[in-house]
């Protein structure tokens, strides 16, 4: 279970709405950023797909049967192998061998296409593109991985980079750390404008944007992350999605 949930308070709908007017009320002037990855992109159906195509490799019956909803737990393979009926004696041999299998496919332009949208992503960055205030997209996916996520952008009907006033910002390569990367994106921030708000699932990152915008909206989604930490900053909002 997200243990992030129960932050979530009964008018968390208002923080959404907060986040528009400001965006009505400063244009151009201001800038919105939100990260991909299961903050407006819901990749639990790329998960599934690696986990069925590692089955099938293998002959495994009860991986073949994957599917998006088991990951609710998060990404952690091993809960959605046991989801999925395997028993922890049959995993344990192919922990390893999955997570290099998955490892191999997951971050790449073909397999993030199946990635669909979190529930209401579509008509809150389009709310928000058509207020005029910019729109940043501030992810840990690499170059490599930009024609799938264009493509995916188009397939869930959201605000395509590359239009006016909409920007994309990916890191070099694999190789870099998303912390590291996401921390050195703060700079090009703050340079192309004040912030208004920051949208992202994971903790550690959106800890970082309210230490360093403690001006602007820092809000979490309670989706999944990596289980890298379990606190929030104080001023931290947790959402559970964008359908307000």
């Not at 005029?132 to 996520?149: D, F, I």
């Not at 590359?162 to 910002?169: E, H, K, R």
């Not at 990596?226 to 359908?243: C, D, K, M, N, Q």
Request: some cysteine.
């Amino acid at each position: 279970m997200n243990e992030f949930l129960a932050r979530i308070a009964l008018d968390w709908h208002r923080t959404l709405e907060n986040v528009l007017a400001s965006a009505q009320r400063s244009g151009r002037k201001s800038l919105v950023v939100f990260d991909l990855d299961s903050t407006v992109f819901d990749n639990r159906p790329r998960q599934a797909r690696i986990v069925r195509e590692y089955a099938k490799s293998k002959q495994l019956t009860a991986l073949a049967k994957c599917q998006a909803w088991h990951f609710e737990s998060g990404w952690d393979l091993k809960p959605a192998a046991l989801a999925c009926g395997m028993t922890e004696a049959e995993f344990d041999p192919h922990a390893r061998p999955l997570k290099d299998f998955w490892a191999q496919r997951f971050f790449t332009s073909d397999y993030c296409q199946d990635d669909i949208e979190v529930v209401g992503a579509p008509r809150y960055l389009h709310a928000i593109a058509h207020t005029g205030t910019k729109l940043y997209y501030v992810t840990g996916r690499h170059e490599a991985m930009r024609e799938g996520t264009m493509a995916c952008f188009a397939k869930c009907g959201m605000p395509l980079p590359d239009a006016d006033g909409i920007v994309l910002l990916m890191k070099p390569t694999l190789l870099e750390g998303d912390d590291e990367y996401k921390r050195t994106a703060h700079s090009q921030l703050k340079a192309r404008g004040p912030v208004l708000a920051m949208f992202d699932n994971e903790p550690n990152h959106i800890n970082d944007y309210a230490l360093r915008f403690p001006e602007a909206y820092a809000v979490h989604l309670a989706t999944d992350h990596s289980g890298r930490t379990s606190r929030l900053e104080p001023g931290v909002i947790s959402i559970p999605h964008f359908a307000w």
